[in-house]
């Protein structure tokens, strides 16, 4: 009988994370699957760790990261690469992942093609167009192009159902990254970072900070980084860890602004492994990221969000989440409350975490099974 055949495509850290665990779920099902990846690169160096870290070796390489590429470049260049792979290779269905440009663009060049689109990690929404930009008008044409809508949670199925998306074509898995987040942190680990290495976990109160979406950029990371620094000042038994983005203007703030602090440590971007090591860690998390509002809940962390909308309502319902913008006071109060409130804190700490079991891919891989047989 002929196989499935599935081209899995990404090309940034995160959807690696996120899609590493449906890959290696696909490669479970090669009696009846001819599972593919093709990675365009749109990250380079830190793709390739997390690569490494799930032994996944991509079929396809587009190696288009260049510095100073534009949204447009990438665009442009996954189109062009896509349509090659695919108008070669002829799969039954393209999996893509969540918002990047690498998501959109590799949907596209599949329906030009004709080609299914599942869209893993399918109906998260802010409706706010330029917030998170471009991420969430990529996850709506995203939304229009795919054929399967793989939702994390019953709220992303009702944000489809609300945009005409058939029922039938929904499928509620949890979110992936769940899968990812315990297959790294059940593995033993030490951090290879000295910086890390001296930090005392068991005395110090350490608060992980990630920071770098491009519509914090200037003004608003600013004031975080402020923020961070008075927080700071206020808790001298509290260690920050900032894992600095590559792009210059984050680090180049970050360094003017938190550079002098004793008890702020900026280091070089983490893998995922120690990233994750470090989360399960931590005492607590502020973030302008999606995902991690997504994988600290999973791990008891409390997280506090640096952006004035969250595409994941669901983890702020529940209790594990906190929006508190980038208004520099707003971020001190909040914190402050976890940090003076065992209460405060155990009420976040201890919430269920809404995103899933672990075995979202498994219920992707059943559904293309049952779909393409």
Request: glycine content about 6%.
């Amino acid at each position: 009988m002929k196989k499935i055949k599935v081209v899995s495509i990404f090309g940034t850290r995160p959807e690696a994370i996120k899609m590493a665990p449906l890959v290696k779920e696909l490669e479970k099902h090669s009696d009846v699957i001819e599972s593919k990846v093709l990675i365009t690169a749109q990250h380079r160096e830190m793709l390739d760790q997390v690569l490494d870290i799930f032994e996944i070796k991509p079929d396809y390489d587009l190696n288009l990261m260049k510095h100073g590429q534009t949204i447009t470049d990438i665009t442009s260049g996954v189109l062009k690469g896509v349509e090659e792979v695919l108008g070669e290779y002829r799969p039954d269905i393209v999996l893509v992942h969540g918002d990047t440009t690498t998501t959109f663009s590799a949907a596209l060049a599949a329906f030009y093609q004709k080609v299914a689109v599942g869209h893993v990690e399918a109906g998260l929404r802010t409706g706010n167009i330029y917030s998170p930009y471009p991420e969430e008008m990529n996850r709506m044409l995203t939304g229009r192009l795919a054929s399967w809508h793989y939702a994390p949670t019953e709220l992303n199925r009702k944000n489809l159902l609300a945009e005409n998306v058939s029922d039938d074509n929904i499928i509620v898995t949890g979110n992936t990254v769940i899968d990812a987040l315990y297959y790294v942190t059940e593995k033993e680990y030490e951090f290879e970072s000295e910086e890390l290495r001296k930090i005392d976990f068991e005395n110090e109160r350490v608060i992980l900070l990630t920071c770098h979406r491009r519509e914090n950029w200037g003004e608003p990371m600013e004031n975080i980084f402020t923020a961070v620094r008075i927080i700071a000042e206020k808790y001298p038994d509290s260690k920050i860890i900032f894992p600095m983005h590559k792009n210059p203007l984050v680090r180049d703030t970050a360094r003017r602004i938190m550079g002098e602090s004793p008890n702020i440590v900026l280091t070089e971007p983490l893998e995922y492994q120690p990233f994750a090591k470090l989360m399960s860690r931590s005492y607590l998390i502020l973030t302008d990221s999606g995902g991690i509002q997504e994988e600290a809940p999973g791990l008891g962390k409390p997280v506090i969000v640096l952006r004035t909308e969250t595409e994941r309502p669901e983890a702020v319902e529940a209790g594990t989440v906190k929006v508190a913008g980038t208004d520099t006071d707003t971020i001190v109060e909040m914190v402050s409350a976890l940090m003076d409130s065992k209460k405060e804190y155990e009420a976040m700490s201890k919430a269920n975490n809404p995103y899933g079991d672990g075995r979202a891919s498994q219920r992707i891989v059943e559904n293309i099974i049952k779909t393409f047989r």
